[in-house]
Each structure stands twice: as C-alpha cells, then as structure tokens.
C-alpha cells in the first residue's frame, strides 16, 4: 500500500532510542541515532533474523544483540562483522530500510519501501495526544469515531484519517496507524498549543475519552 | 555478610539481586535447584520459608521472604542517600506500596505465563496472559503521563524507587510467556531507564541496554 501511515509521535522515539512498532503486520524497528536521525528498518537482522528492537544503539549505528553486527543509521549498511574484523562488509548486507517522515508532531512510514516522495500536507503545528493500542480492526475504530467524539460531530477525511472540527474548539485529527488486521492504533494530535497550567489536564481527559474509544471498539470486534 | 537463596531464572530473586548490586552491597548467593529439583519445597528450605518460595535473604540472622518485603528492608537499612525507599515521605511511601502490590500481580500473571511456557508449570494461561496485559496497559499509561509531567519512575519524582525495581523483572520477561510489548511505548522506554541506572545488572532474558 503506497500510502503515508503515522507509526509514532516524534517525542515518543528519543535519541538512542530503539522502539518497537508494526505497520500492516511488518515488524518495524524504529530508532533514533545519537545525532537525531530517525530509521525505520523491517525489525529482522539479515544475519541470523534476530528482531533489532532486541539490539542496542550505539551512536550512529545499531548494534544486533545476538552476534553484535553493526548496521549504519540512515542506510542501514552493515559496517562490523566483529567475527571478521577485518573484511569490509558486503554493500548487500543490511536490513530492509523503509522510507520514514517527521512532520515535526508524528513520524510518517511508507510501507512499499519504494516512495521517495513527501507526504501531503500533515499534521500542523500543535500537541500530539497520547496513542492507543486497540485490539480492533481499523474498521471497527474507524466505525466507532464516526458515531461522535464527546457529543461532537465527526468526518472522514480518508480511510485512515478523521477529524473533529468545531468552531468553538482547536480541531482534533485522528489518525488509525493498522498494526495488524485485528489491531490498531488510534494517533491524534490537537491543533494549536495548549496552556501549561491545562496541558496535563487536557491530555488526561483525551486520554480518557480516548480509553472509552477503545474499550467501545474492542467490546464490537 | 548477606545470604542471597537465590535462582538465576526467577524474576524475583532478579529484582533483590539488583538492587544489591545498584546499593554496591556485597552478598553471598545460595543457588537453589528450582527446576526440575524444587529444591525450594524440601524439608529444609521450608524451615526457612514455609511458604517455599524464592527469594529469602539471610542477613546476620534476620531471615526475610518475599521479595517486595526484601526490598523494603534492603533499601531502608543500607540506601544511605534513602532515595529508594523515602522514609520521611509518607506520599511517596503510600505509591511506592500501591506499586509493590502491582508487581505481585504481575509476578501471578506474567510471572506466571512464564512458567508455564518455559518450566510446564500448570496455569490458566489465556487468563494469566489477559491478565498481565490488563497490568501493562495500567502501567503504560501510568508512565506516559509521568513522562508528560516531565517525570521518569513509577513513583513522583526524579529518582528511582523500589517500586520501578519491583516492577521491573516480570514485565521484561513478559514476552517468555507469550505476552508481547509491542502496545506499550511508555514501558520500553521506562524499561530503556531501568537498564541505564549505575550498577545495573542484567539477567538470563534481560539483555543490557549498550554494548559493554
């Protein structure tokens, strides 16, 4: 599917961080090198298979836990084989590299590997709320926003992609990110900035609204 | 000199083993046969533990079992910066409790699918799983918001507590008993933390967070 999907919000992948993500049932690895670079690589080693996500960072590279190869940020070319240090690995040799994103709130995946295009205008500048993990198809989540969002009518932009638009209120978009064909999670960023004596407030009561989302999804798949 | 009874694969004997080595205090461990030999329902342990289970420490004659009571005494008698167990803080004493008796019931669901999976011990597995998943789902949220607030542990504040450690061991293990962490964003990044405290020790499952 060639198509820009949302897998994460930007904070939540810090530097030298490795975390743990699936898109459409591909196991991603997505990691941040030390000097900010964002990856998302299939999370399998070409040596042995082993998942990244269970390997360290180290600087600009990624280290596999089982045999210690090193993989390049940004190409993902293997540069150390420490059982032949000498020999410089094979330009063949890294992991499956997927095109990634950042609009500045969200980190944006292509599945096909292929697209070395943008993706279409995002998410403008404003606060990413929490994501949630919901065992549902995006069909049934994509059902359940359409019946409203705390009272307030709800629109479909595109298959993976509704907003709440209110004139008394900063709009509100969801974006379903398909983890699996059973599971999904609901990205949603509100537009605009918010006050720091309400953030907390504001990303706890979404969060909740949110949670009853899932729970609605979950109880009708 | 401490008595550790300890056993390399259990989580719990992991989590006082831990904070032994991010205290820098030295001990002795005693490996009990668990599996196959249940060394730990013999005649002799259950003199020390009737309960017959791991871990139970020895210190200068005062026996304790029970690892979340382990850890309580550990850090109140030699954290000297008391940190890890704040005991003027009757809040943070109050959270640090709500999380020890969070992580038993981790230790009776993931804990529990674990042994199942990897020792054939007899469970309700889809029941010890929906149940873990339950916990870690409390727990993510509890730790995104904590990140939010501009905060790293289980417990307010900027230091560790005995609660993130108790915690700890039976989420990392999760995925030996067939609970994936794949939804909680929050936990890996908190676990990240866990694993960059000075003096941290990994164990069998547990992988260090940086090449050594």
Same mark, same amino acid.
């Given at each position: /599917?060639? *198509?820009?999907?949302? =897998?994460?919000? +930007?904070?939540?992948?810090? *530097?030298?961080?490795?975390?743990?993500?699936?898109?459409?049932?591909?196991?991603?690895?997505?990691?941040? +090198?030390?000097?900010?670079?964002?990856?998302?690589?299939?999370?399998?080693?070409?040596?042995?298979?082993? *998942?990244?996500?269970?390997?360290?960072? $180290?600087?600009?590279?990624?280290?596999?836990?089982?045999?210690?190869? *090193?993989?390049?940020?940004?190409?993902?070319?293997?540069?150390?084989?420490?059982?032949?240090?000498?020999?410089?690995?094979? $330009?063949?040799?890294?992991?499956?590299?997927?095109?990634?994103?950042?609009?500045?709130?969200?980190?944006?995946?292509?599945?096909?590997?292929?697209?070395?295009?943008?993706?279409?205008?995002?998410?403008?500048?404003?606060?990413?709320?929490?994501? #949630?993990?919901?065992?549902?198809?995006?069909?049934? =989540?994509?059902?359940?926003?359409?019946?409203?969002?705390?009272?307030?009518?709800? $629109?479909?932009?595109?298959?993976?992609?509704?907003?709440?638009?209110?004139?008394?209120?900063?709009?509100?978009?969801? /974006?379903?990110?398909?983890?699996?064909?059973?599971?999904? =999670? #609901?990205?949603?960023?509100?537009?605009?900035?918010?006050?720091?004596?309400?953030?907390?407030?504001?990303?706890?009561?979404?969060?909740?609204?949110?949670?009853? =989302?899932?729970?609605?999804?979950?109880?009708?798949? | 000199?401490?008595?550790?009874?300890?056993?390399?694969?259990?989580?719990?004997?992991?989590?006082?083993?831990?904070?032994?080595?991010?205290?820098? #205090?030295?001990?002795? +461990?005693?490996? /009990?046969?668990?599996?196959?030999?249940?060394?730990?329902?013999?005649?002799?342990?259950?003199?020390?533990?009737?309960?017959?289970?791991?871990?139970?420490?020895?210190?200068?004659?005062?026996?304790?079992?029970?690892?979340?009571?382990?850890?309580?005494?550990?850090?109140?008698?030699?954290?000297?910066?008391?940190?890890?167990?704040?005991?003027?803080?009757?809040?943070?004493?109050?959270?640090?409790?709500?999380?020890?008796?969070?992580?038993?019931?981790?230790?009776?669901?993931?804990?529990?699918?674990?042994?199942?999976?990897? /020792?054939?011990?007899?469970?309700?597995?889809?029941?010890?799983?929906?149940?873990?998943?339950?916990?870690?789902?409390?727990?993510?949220?509890?730790?995104?918001?904590?990140?939010?607030?501009?905060?790293?542990?289980?417990?307010?504040?900027?230091?560790?507590?005995?609660?993130?450690?108790?915690?700890?061991?039976?989420?990392?293990?999760?995925?030996?008993?067939?609970?994936?962490?794949?939804?909680?964003?929050?936990?890996?990044?908190?676990?990240?933390?866990?694993?960059?405290?000075?003096?941290?020790?990994?164990?069998?499952?547990?992988?260090?967070?940086?090449?050594?």
């Amino acid at each position: /599917m060639n *198509r820009w999907f949302a =897998v994460t919000p +930007s904070a939540a992948v810090p *530097r030298g961080h490795i975390a743990h993500a699936q898109l459409l049932g591909q196991e991603l690895a997505l990691w941040r +090198s030390a000097s900010g670079q964002l990856n998302a690589w299939e999370n399998r080693c070409p040596h042995r298979g082993v *998942r990244l996500t269970l390997g360290s960072c $180290s600087g600009e590279q990624l280290r596999c836990q089982y045999h210690a190869w *090193r993989f390049a940020s940004g190409s993902g070319q293997c540069t150390l084989i420490p059982s032949h240090p000498g020999q410089v690995p094979a $330009s063949t040799i890294h992991p499956a590299v997927f095109a990634v994103f950042e609009d500045g709130a969200f980190a944006w995946v292509n599945p096909t590997r292929e697209s070395d295009a943008r993706p279409p205008a995002l998410s403008p500048p404003g606060t990413p709320l929490r994501s #949630i993990f919901t065992l549902a198809p995006v069909a049934t =989540v994509r059902q359940i926003l359409r019946e409203g969002y705390a009272g307030q009518a709800v $629109s479909l932009l595109d298959e993976f992609t509704l907003d709440v638009s209110n004139p008394d209120a900063a709009t509100l978009r969801f /974006m379903l990110q398909p983890v699996t064909r059973a599971e999904t =999670v #609901i990205h949603a960023h509100l537009q605009g900035g918010l006050a720091a004596a309400e953030r907390l407030a504001v990303l706890r009561h979404h969060n909740w609204l949110l949670g009853a =989302v899932r729970d609605r999804a979950e109880a009708a798949a | 000199m401490i008595t550790l009874y300890d056993y390399e694969l259990s989580g719990n004997c992991y989590k006082v083993r831990l904070l032994l080595h991010l205290l820098g #205090i030295s001990f002795t +461990s005693r490996n /009990m046969d668990f599996h196959p030999g249940r060394e730990h329902k013999s005649a002799w342990f259950l003199k020390l533990n009737p309960l017959g289970q791991l871990p139970v420490i020895d210190d200068a004659g005062l026996v304790l079992r029970d690892a979340q009571a382990i850890l309580v005494y550990l850090a109140s008698r030699y954290d000297t910066a008391g940190t890890w167990y704040p005991r003027q803080d009757p809040a943070a004493l109050g959270r640090i409790s709500q999380w020890l008796g969070f992580a038993d019931g981790l230790t009776a669901t993931a804990g529990a699918a674990r042994l199942h999976d990897t /020792m054939f011990v007899e469970v309700d597995i889809g029941k010890c799983r929906a149940g873990a998943h339950a916990l870690l789902r409390i727990l993510d949220e509890q730790l995104w918001f904590a990140e939010a607030a501009g905060e790293q542990w289980l417990c307010s504040g900027q230091q560790p507590t005995i609660a993130d450690l108790a915690c700890f061991p039976y989420v990392m293990l999760s995925e030996e008993g067939g609970i994936s962490r794949l939804p909680y964003p929050a936990i890996r990044r908190w676990g990240e933390r866990v694993k960059q405290l000075p003096g941290f020790i990994p164990m069998s499952g547990i992988f260090p967070a940086a090449a050594a």
